[in-house]
């Protein structure tokens, strides 16, 4: 670099964000300190972002029919956000290893949309992203936008939303637990590695989601009252989380808890899961790569005290650092939660209640979702997201009044810390 470039640079940083920052975004990787997710700078870096889906039928993220990934990008930036929750499905790491390789886009859009709506929106997609054509495959998309998050300064956490694609979740999908008809323990946890490894070239891949929504798996009822429970959830947990941590020391590792993830309470206590287990944060060789995360939709809660101390127990409490019975001080980070798109929702307790809560925890939060519609949901194609941030075709809020007044005063006092 010649002298000129560098003094321009210096000055550059200089007016606009620390240089160090501004030099090695994202000063990674990451790791913990009791409650705290720090940088490689030891700077707290508190999450503040929304979920992109891309573990639906296609295993395609959502609506490139609409916008360009560089687009997209820029909305979320322009929030203040600074990560989004970048789901995928297990089925297609089993493709690439075991089924002839990745899909082309062409040909995952017109098996799941059939060969007219598929053709139409695989054409769409290429003009609006016209860096794809015939040879990109599902898991380039992923590089894409993980690609793009780096050059707009926006962290990626990756979730293993399914293991076979569709729209999440219920009891009944066979997704459900650990050996449910589709969530083969081998292929999840081989999916997690693929994934780790793969992205670590991002630069942007900071954490990953081992699993979205655990639940009783009620239509399997052998494997239900054998398994679904904490002793099992800490066998299989761990080992998904040694195996992340080999194949990428890097990344912090999000355990997600029992009943759609709205249960952690035995973990910040250290309280028996059965068969003698305990978790104790002490005992991990990667201690400080690990984070908690919780869902909450009680979207028609009429207290924000009761959905405190609900979250509390649940799980919070591990950012407690006064409470002699939180054994582990662990960073929780509530990964979903959200409500439709529009005044009365946000209005409601359960909106305003977490718009001050999460701040004031100093809790990262990924709100569900910044899709307006999506490629197919349940059967139903091109389907509308009420919950959506943004409009059906991805162009603009669909209530902006609740963002600029709700969501944006939320995500600035999340990320000032
Ligand atoms: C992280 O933020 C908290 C709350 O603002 C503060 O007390 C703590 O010192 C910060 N830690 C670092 C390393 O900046
Ligand atoms: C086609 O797309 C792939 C992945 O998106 C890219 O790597 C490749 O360079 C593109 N090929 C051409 C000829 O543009
Ligand atoms: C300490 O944490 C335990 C477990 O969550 C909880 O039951 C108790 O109420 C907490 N104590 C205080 C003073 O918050």
């Known amino acids: 670099m010649h002298f000129s470039k560098i003094a321009t640079v210096l000055a550059h940083a200089l007016f606009v964000v620390p ?15 009791g409650r705290w997710i720090l940088n490689n700078a030891g700077a707290n870096v508190t999450y503040a972002g929304v979920n992109w889906p891309g573990a639906a039928d296609t295993m395609i993220p959502e609506g490139l029919q609409y916008q360009s990934i560089a687009t997209i990008v820029s909305k979320i930036k322009s929030l203040g956000m600074n990560v989004i929750r970048l789901t995928f499905a297990i089925e297609m ?10 899909v082309l886009l062409k040909n995952a859009f017109t098996k799941v949309l059939g060969t007219t709506n598929g053709a139409t929106v695989y054409n769409a997609v290429l003009k609006y992203n016209p860096q794809f054509n015939s040879t990109t495959t599902r898991l380039q998309v992923f590089d894409a936008i993980a690609a793009e998050c ?9 979730d293993n939303h399914m293991s076979r694609a569709e729209w999440c979740c219920s009891e009944t999908d066979g997704n459900a637990w650990f ?19 793969h992205g670590a070239s991002w630069g942007s891949l900071m954490s990953v989601g081992m699993r979205n929504e655990l639940r009783n798996p009620t239509s399997n009822s052998a494997l239900s009252s054998k398994s679904y429970g904490w002793k099992d959830w800490y066998t299989n947990m761990v080992a998904a989380a040694a195996t992340i941590n080999t194949a990428n020391p890097n990344v912090l590792i999000f355990f997600s808890g ?3 993830d709205t ?25 400080d790569k690990i984070v908690l995360e919780l869902h909450n939709y009680q979207t028609s809660v009429t207290s924000c005290s009761s959905l405190e101390s609900g979250l509390y127990q649940a799980g919070f409490d591990a950012l407690s650092t006064t409470n002699s019975s939180i054994q582990n001080v662990i960073p929780v980070v509530m990964t979903e939660w959200g409500h439709s798109q529009d005044m009365t929702a946000y209005q409601s307790v359960y909106a305003t209640c977490l718009h001050s809560y999460l701040p004031s925890q100093h809790a990262g939060w990924i709100v569900w979702v910044i899709a307006g519609s999506y490629y197919i949901r349940s059967g139903t194609q091109d389907y509308d997201e009420t919950w959506g941030l943004l409009s059906h075709d991805w162009s603009t809020w ?20």
């Open 263 to 287: 249960d952690l309470s035995p973990i910040p206590t250290a309280s028996s899961l059965g068969g003698g287990e305990a978790f104790r944060i002490a005992n991990f060789a990667y201690q």
């Open 179 to 197: 050996g449910d008809t589709y969530f083969d323990i081998v292929k999840w946890k081989r999916g997690l590695q693929y994934m780790v490894r």
């Open 150 to 158: 780096f050059n707009q300064q926006i962290y990626v956490h990756l």
């Open 19 to 33: 240089l160090t920052q501004a030099a090695t975004w994202p000063n990674g990787p990451f790791h913990t300190s």
């Open 93 to 102: 790491i089993d493709d690439i290893l075991d089924n002839g390789g990745d």
């Open 258 to 260: 029992l009943n759609y």
């Open 398 to 417: 669909r209530y902006s009044n609740g963002i600029n007044n709700g969501l944006k005063p939320m995500i600035a006092a999340t990320v000032s810390g």
